[in-house]
């Protein structure tokens, strides 16, 4: 069972910045991860994903301000967002796919508010 914590989430103003953090356990491969997020009565959403060979792909939303990485030990994925609006409010979830199962994390809360 592949476990996913997150962590990084909390509140800021507009134009502030944010990391999240998703740490996995480091007997697991994961080579394909992303960044999901959700609000209240709508659908989870991709925003950033990367996968093995470090191609990554942004929603629409996060192009330009947000960046997902990798740390080289392979099992921290890391959401670096930059010049958040009030829309990115939401709940993040790290998610995984591994033998075709999709891999999810409890979520941290990011709030965006003056």
């Known amino acids: 069972q592949v476990k996913l914590v997150e962590s990084g989430g909390g509140s800021v103003q507009p134009g502030g910045s944010l990391t999240l953090s998703c740490t996995f356990g480091s007997q697991w491969r994961l080579n394909d991860m992303a960044w999901y997020r959700q609000t209240p009565g709508q659908q989870r959403e991709l925003v950033a994903r990367?996968?093995?060979?470090?191609?990554?792909t942004y929603a629409d939303s996060a192009k330009g301000r947000f960046t997902i990485s990798r740390e080289p030990a392979r099992n921290i994925l890391y959401l670096q967002m930059n010049l958040l609006k009030t829309e990115d409010t939401a709940v993040y979830y790290c998610n995984a796919v591994r033998a075709a199962i999709n891999y999810w994390g409890q979520g941290t809360q990011v709030t965006v508010s003056s």
């Open positions: 990367i996968v093995d060979n470090g191609v990554t």
